[in-house]
């Protein structure tokens, strides 16, 4: 079955320094793959997702991801980060052959400082 | 245009006792989902409706759980009895059909079982 591994639970940064959260999900033919962010109390918001094409993917708020299939890699990166960036990511993986389900990963804590 | 909009926001029961939740998805979307996530886990899918019909209800425990949709709009799920362990965030989501749409999130509901 496919899963996804976020391996940092928290990453704390202090304002303007770059950023790098990891996620790397289970090897299949064909994903897609997404990047959510939760504020406090809300729900799960769309940064970016990867169906085909370009491996760079442009999302929203400055956020950026790259797909490796060698590696089964989503890093989500941002090179400065805000105070208003702290919040909980969620890397998520559809698997078209198996499963047309989404699965989460347990999310990354990022916490940014000034 | 409106987001997907759910009720209640907070629940406090006892064990043993009913809870229902109601969630109304962004007009026009066929698909429908609700997750369950627990603190410090990522969302779980429960189950997920394609207009009328559940495509997928694999992870739901329906010796307690249960959910509808009816006319292929609003959905409620119910858990009865409630038990310690359904404490978490119940979150809904709906999507275009297809496998790369984007699923968009409500804010939650937030059960605690005592």
């Known amino acids: 079955a496919q899963s996804v591994t976020q391996l940092d639970s928290q990453v704390p940064v202090f304002e303007e320094a770059p950023v790098e959260l990891r996620c790397n999900y289970s090897s299949s033919v064909s994903v897609y793959l997404f990047w959510y962010v939760q504020y406090p109390n809300q729900g799960l918001q769309l940064l970016l997702k990867?169906?085909?094409?370009?491996?760079l993917v442009k999302g929203i708020n400055g956020f950026e991801a790259e797909f490796n299939k060698s590696q089964t890699s989503f890093h989500l990166r941002k090179p400065s980060v805000h105070i208003s960036d702290t919040a909980e990511y969620f890397c998520a993986v559809r698997d078209l052959y198996n499963t047309d389900k989404l699965i989460f990963g347990t999310g990354t804590r990022l916490q940014v400082f000034p | 245009e409106a987001g997907v909009a759910q009720s209640p926001r907070y629940k406090i029961i006892e064990k043993r006792q009913s809870v229902a939740f109601w969630c109304n998805p962004i007009s026009g979307h066929a698909t429908l989902y609700w997750y369950q996530q627990i603190l410090g886990q990522g969302p779980k899918l429960l189950i997920q409706?394609?207009?009328?019909?559940?495509?997928?209800d694999s992870q739901l425990p329906k010796d307690r759980f249960s959910a509808e949709r009816l006319k292929g709009v609003d959905s409620t799920l119910k858990i009865q009895p409630a038990k310690l362990e359904d404490s978490a965030v119940y979150l809904c989501?709906?999507?275009?059909?297809?496998?790369?749409?984007?699923?968009?999130f409500g804010p939650g509901t937030r059960l605690l079982v005592l």
């Open positions: 989501a709906s999507s275009l059909q297809g496998a790369g749409e984007t699923q968009y």
């Open positions: 409706f394609q207009n009328n019909g559940v495509v997928d």
């Open positions: 990867y169906l085909s094409g370009s491996t």
